[in-house]
């Protein structure tokens, strides 16, 4: 909404500076986007009558104008045709200044000399009219500024209104708020019209169909003469942002912006029966609306139609182009209705069409306030368009909205604030806002406020406690803090140890990414997975991106393309966030859970120091390793398997507990380098809640033995399909409490043959140094479990 | 394979020399005598060319086990002994080369940290839910009815599960609220960081993804001035004490009353810059006192219990400090930015 300074004055005489007053808005809650000062930059630009036109000599379209500018005459080139003798205009003579600091310059137009310009409302920034030059009409002393003339000192605040303020969305309703905050008169007087000829309702009808979705609808039959509207008129649309079309229609759009009530102008020999018929849309039903776009309907959507039913206007958002009023048109009807915002908002939103008038219904205007926005735009047309307006306009109002009577007790006033006000302070504060103060026995610690109905807003106690502290100012209540007692703040433990995770992929050498959760299915396909399988979002802007996520693995390796195409191939990433599956059994929701994923790329740098060498599956095992130790999980393993997106047999999956929460391996050849990510390319993927809900080892207490170790070294031959993690096993499995630990250290694949991998164990009794015969059966049982579970041969 | 197979790689008895050796002249010799140019180690290891090809992988193995075993050994009991005199070879520290990096938490999830840690340290605990919601949880229950105008401030991206429009990805953190005050009885002081969604294309200032952290206390005689003054002191935690705050009065459909929090521009201290368009203010997020309305959605008595709610942008908060932008940053993962903070 924007709100010129001179407008609201006519309201409310406020002394106060532009920026004072500009910080009050913001404190009462209609935030001021902009402070526009429109004429800032137009520097010498003058009221001139064009004395004599004349066709430019060497040029068609182009005429030379002698102006007179008070002071003296000069001559013009000009190209607008609209321009003749007598004419009053705005004219820039050459050393003037024009919004956007452009200053003109004396010089040859096709061989004829142009001393300045004239100009149109475009140029002076007054909206988007170029059409023509700007016509200023009679009144002015030529050679004036023409700032002084179009109210271009003017103060324009550009203010954002939040959906529960359709008072706000009018210059009356700012002023009345700005009166009240400066503690000045809101001068407001109630509109009145002349009337001539037969009543409106001798040869008009209006028949209301849709009682719910149109409550009241008011008709005048006005006679009128279409033509510009004045000056002051144009002006103040153009610096309220709308352009100026013909007097008539610019009156309802002035009323509209005067009063907050939008209406509608028809062209009365346009509308077949000389009637309205307010009725509902039939399905698939059209209308060609004003802007030419011909509309599909639907029965949810409000029409207003001629007698003969047929649709003339998308109620209260957008006439139709049939009756549309013309140059030509002699008689409208007038409308000024109510409609329900619900509605509005429902086929606004649907047809994506919005307009000034959509965004005050949609808010709510007042249903009282019909007859007085009709009358005002009467009055106007008579002043501006010559009209005669029918006595009697016709008003359909079965039932007539009742102002909100709401009981409001002091005390909650306070305890919700946390002040400390008298009722009478509280009352005083609600009557320059419109709102009635009654009083009523039976309470006895309050009063009942009655609303206003152009504050649809105002229904219950809580939104009278709203108002009370606007007007002491939501800014100014005293600062304090809860006294929190009964529960102490802090972190679960899952939540200190989805930190944990963090910070160990990050010791790890990981950086966190967050990538985008709503992915292509190309992507999902990619990595094996069935891209029908998925959870979509219907109205995604880009539609070839509608896929939720079921993995993190495609969004990481977009990540690393990305990278790739800055030439950073090297990198170690990691991602925790959710994923989405489809819902399980009849469940609303979508199945979501939080994964933790790694991808790692390129090459691991060490030079000069060791040696570089290509990223490789054990960097990625190395940070499952780590996140076991920093969980204390008691069974953490990796099974060879296959997994959907990786190498079919370099990697594995991630077991808890013996059940598979992930999996970690090589990347399937191919993946990366669709995307144009080169191998080695190895990653890891778990769901997390899994990860920390595995059984954590015992930390009971353990005596720390004084005995000396045994150590023995034992290699077997082991087939491809018996993994070393699974020999692992066996060995800790049989050798028992003796051992204290068991690593395998040396892998060794003859040209040809199986390999052979050496295992280093070390024993320790708790109570006593092992004897060679000991240590001698314990490693015999080694290798014969080893030999008989796993078909091994024992190297000797 | 064990070292021992070869007759003369006795490693056992080499490792018995080894832990009987008394002096750093003693090591250095038994250095010498085993894995010296002419020792047993290599002696072994002239003799494998003339071995069969069956046996030479078995004694090679066991003579790299063997030298592998005893540098080990003689290592260790060289650093026990101290050397022999000061080897003054010198070691360049600065010659640094790659080496192993820690990796960094992404920007949004430090301050999310920041944030939590702050507001655990007022008495809050964290709250998470998900991010695909019902039309129930993120509107509804908040009390925006349907075909409300509020719901048009916020762009939905619904989802395709069978019903239309009645399951969404959440365009706020507040859902959370209700979800709160569903499963725990007040007082409640709890904080609830997470995703949020809104339909837009990613661009320089748009993203379909950002992060929000909401804030609710439910609790008796809880009043706009414990919100303010909330607001206030974690405001000045994160940013420092010399940052102001401000409330302006606003519309949520959840709250009332409502108020929009600014804070004094942290980069002109207030008096005027490009970033806060010369008002000295910089918009933040909402706030207000709970609405009745949603405490009866949620079976909490209006009449007994009060509260507050805030919300606002994780990303703004790094952008404010240190002034990253656009918002695309935060979710190009571009290596440079993830592993400069």
């Known amino acids: ?796 | 394979m064990d070292a021992d197979a070869v007759p003369d790689l006795n490693l056992t008895a080499a490792l018995e020399a080894v832990s009987a050796a008394r002096s750093p002249e003693q090591l250095a010799e038994l250095r010498r005598e085993y894995l010296g140019k002419r020792g047993v180690a290599a002696r072994v290891k002239e003799t494998i060319k003339s071995l069969s090809p069956k046996d030479r992988p078995i004694v090679g193995q066991a003579v790299s086990l063997f030298t592998a075993k005893m540098t080990e050994a003689l290592d260790a009991a060289d650093a026990v002994a101290g050397p022999e005199t000061i080897d003054e070879s010198p070691i360049d520290l600065t010659l640094r080369g790659h080496g192993r990096k820690r990796g960094h938490m992404h920007l949004v999830t430090q301050c999310r940290r920041d944030l939590e840690d702050v507001f655990v340290s007022l008495g809050y605990q964290v709250a998470e839910g998900p991010e695909v919601e019902s039309d129930w949880y993120n509107f509804e229950a908040l009390n925006f009815p349907p075909g409300h105008p509020a719901r048009a401030m916020q762009d939905t991206l619904y989802v395709n599960l069978g019903e239309p429009e009645q399951v969404l990805l959440r365009t706020h953190t507040s859902p959370v609220q209700v979800r709160v005050m569903e499963s725990q009885t007040p007082p409640i002081y709890c904080v609830m960081p997470g995703r949020t969604y809104r339909n837009e294309t990613l661009d320089a200032r748009h993203s379909p993804v950002f992060h929000q952290i909401e804030g609710l206390a439910v609790d008796r005689g809880l009043t706009f001035g414990d919100l303010a003054g909330t607001i206030e002191a974690f405001t000045s935690a994160y940013f420092g004490q010399k940052v102001q705050s401000r409330l302006l009065p606003s519309y949520f459909p959840f709250t009332e009353p409502s108020a929009e929090f600014a804070l004094s521009c942290v980069f002109c201290d207030g008096s005027g810059c490009r970033v806060c368009s010369n008002t000295g203010w910089i918009e933040l997020g909402g706030c207000g006192m709970v609405d009745p309305n949603v405490f009866r959605s949620v079976g909490i008595d209006p009449e007994e219990f009060s509260g507050f709610a805030f919300g606002f942008g994780l990303e703004r908060m790094p952008m404010l400090r240190y002034g990253v932008e656009p918002i695309k940053t935060f979710f190009d993962n571009d290596v440079r930015f993830l592993t400069r903070y």
Not at chain 1, 334 to 346: C, N, Q, V, W
Not at chain 1, 359 to 370: I, L
Request: hydrophobic fraction near 45%; aromatic fraction near 4%; charge should be negative.
């Open chain 1, 1 to 796: 909404m924007r709100a010129p300074l001179s407008w609201i004055r006519e309201f409310a005489p406020i002394e106060a500076e532009p920026s004072a007053i500009a910080e009050a808005l913001d404190r009462l809650g209609l935030e001021v986007e902009a402070i526009e000062t429109p004429g800032r930059e137009i520097v010498g630009v003058r009221v001139a009558r064009a004395l004599e036109v004349r066709k430019h000599p060497n040029a068609d379209k182009l005429s030379l104008v002698e102006v007179d500018y008070g002071d003296g005459t000069t001559t013009v080139v000009c190209g607008a045709p609209n321009v003749v003798a007598g004419m009053v205009v705005a004219f820039a003579p050459s050393g003037a200044t024009l919004p956007g600091g452009y200053t003109l310059e004396k010089r040859k137009i096709r061989g004829e000399t142009s001393d300045g310009m004239l100009c149109s409302a475009r140029e002076l920034g007054l909206g988007d009219d170029h059409e023509g030059i700007m016509s200023l009409g009679e009144g002015s002393a030529l050679g004036t500024d023409v700032r002084d003339v179009l109210g271009l000192h003017d103060v324009v605040f550009d203010l954002s209104i939040t959906p529960n303020r359709p008072d706000a969305m009018s210059v009356i309703g700012i002023a009345r708020e700005l009166a009240a905050h400066f503690d000045v008169v809101l001068n407001i007087s109630e509109p009145e019209n002349t009337t001539v000829g037969s009543r409106t309702d001798d040869d008009i009808s209006v028949e209301i169909e849709a009682i719910d979705a149109c409550p009241r609808f008011a008709a005048r039959r006005i006679a009128v003469t279409i033509g510009a509207s004045p000056v002051w008129m144009q002006q103040r649309l153009a610096l309220a942002g709308m352009r100026s079309i013909s007097n008539v229609v610019d009156v309802t759009n002035y009323v509209m912006l005067e009063r907050g009530h939008p209406l509608h102008a028809f062209d009365l020999s346009r509308l077949p029966g000389r009637g309205i018929i307010v009725r509902l849309a039939r399905e698939k039903e059209t209308i060609t609306t004003l802007d030419g776009v011909q509309r599909i309907l639907t029965p949810d959507d409000l029409l207003v139609c001629d007698a003969q039913g047929d649709g003339q206007a998308i109620a209260g958002i957008m006439g139709g182009s049939q009756a549309e009023v013309q140059a030509t048109t002699t008689e409208v009807l007038l409308e000024a209705a109510y409609f329900t915002p619900m509605g509005i908002s429902k086929t606004s939103k649907r047809l994506g069409l919005r307009s000034e008038a959509s965004a005050r219904f949609e808010r709510g205007v007042d249903p009282n306030g019909v007859l007085a926005a009709s009358t005002r735009a009467a009055q106007l047309l008579i002043e501006v368009a010559a009209a005669q307006v029918a006595p009697g306009p016709i008003d359909v109002y079965p039932e007539p909205v009742q102002r909100e009577r709401i009981a409001v007790r002091t005390a909650r006033v306070n305890a919700i604030l946390g002040l400390d006000l008298s009722a009478e302070w509280i009352k005083e504060s609600l009557t320059p806002l419109g709102i009635a103060i009654e009083v009523d026995a039976t309470l006895d610690d309050g009063f009942i406020a009655v609303a206003p109905t152009y504050r649809p807003d105002l229904e219950r106690e809580i939104d009278i406690i709203e108002e009370v502290g606007r007007r002491v100012g939501l800014d100014e209540i005293p600062r304090t803090l809860p006294h929190t007692t009964e529960q102490g703040g802090g972190l679960t433990v899952r939540q200190r140890e989805r930190r944990l995770v963090t910070d160990v992929l990050v010791g790890m050498g990981c950086s966190e990414a967050m990538t985008i959760p709503l992915i292509a299915p190309d992507d999902v396909a990619a990595i094996g997975l069935d891209p029908d399988r998925t959870v979509r979002a219907s109205n995604a802007l880009r539609s070839e991106e509608p896929v939720l996520r079921p993995s993190l693995i495609p969004g990481l390796l977009r990540a690393a393309a990305y990278n790739a195409g800055l030439s950073r191939v090297d990198l170690a990433l990691f991602e925790v966030g959710h994923v989405f599956l489809p819902p399980v059994g009849d469940a609303l929701l979508p199945d979501e859970r939080d994964r933790l994923a790694v991808l790692i790329a390129g090459t691991v740098r060490r030079a000069p120091v060791e040696l570089d060498r290509p990223v490789d599956v054990h960097d990625v095992t190395e940070i499952i390793d780590a996140l076991s130790v920093a969980l204390e999980l008691a069974d953490l393993r990796l099974e060879a398997a296959p997994a959907p997106g990786f190498h079919p047999t370099r990697s594995a999956a991630v077991l808890v507990d013996g059940e598979s929460i992930g999996h970690v391996g090589e990347i399937a050849p191919g993946v990366g380098e669709r995307v144009g990510v080169a191998r080695p390319l190895v990653a890891l993927e778990v769901d997390l809640d899994a990860l920390l809900d595995g059984i954590r080892r015992q930390r009971t207490f353990v005596p720390l033995s004084r005995f000396p170790t045994s150590s023995v070294d034992l290699a077997f031959v082991l087939g491809d399909a018996v993994s070393a993690g699974a020999v692992q096993a066996t060995l800790m499995a049989t050798a028992g409490e003796l051992l204290e630990h068991v690593y395998p250290f040396d892998e060794f694949r003859p040209e040809g043959r199986s390999r052979s991998v050496a295992f280093a164990l070390c024993f320790r009794a708790a109570d006593r140094t092992l004897t060679d015969s000991e240590v001698a059966e314990v490693r015999q049982e080694c290798i014969d479990a080893v030999v008989r579970v796993h078909g091994a041969e024992f190297r000797t």
